[in-house]
């Protein structure tokens, strides 16, 4: 059977369609775990490498890049300030 692939699980790099699961695993911070063993990020300043958390980064380096504004919103304790710092 054929595999669903919705428009929200992709992303665009130079033209071509990748999976954020691909996207994930090239991250090399990803791949040895450095976000973690690090030894110089706090606990409140960790984000665990997420296919959610690399959409968020992609979008904000996105309009970041393009001198637009963002605003990241939700409940506290929830990551705001610690991605907008990514």
């Known amino acids: 059977m054929p595999q669903i692939v919705l428009a929200k699980d992709m992303y ?3 033209g ?3 999976s954020w ?3 994930i695993k090239k991250i090399d ?3 040895n775990y450095s976000w973690l063993n690090d030894g ?3 606990f409140y300043d960790i984000i665990v490498p997420t296919i959610e958390s690399s959409k968020q980064s992609y979008l904000m ?3 970041q890049d ?3 504004h963002m605003l990241l919103t939700g409940r506290t304790g929830t990551g705001k300030s ?3 710092k990514h």
């Open 21 to 23: 699961d691909e996207k």
């Open 29 to 31: 911070h990803v791949q």
């Open 66 to 68: 393009s001198d637009n």
């Open 12 to 14: 665009v790099d130079e």
């Open 61 to 63: 380096k996105l309009f």
């Open 40 to 42: 110089t990020s706090t």
């Open 16 to 18: 071509a369609w990748f």
């Open 82 to 84: 610690v991605a907008g």
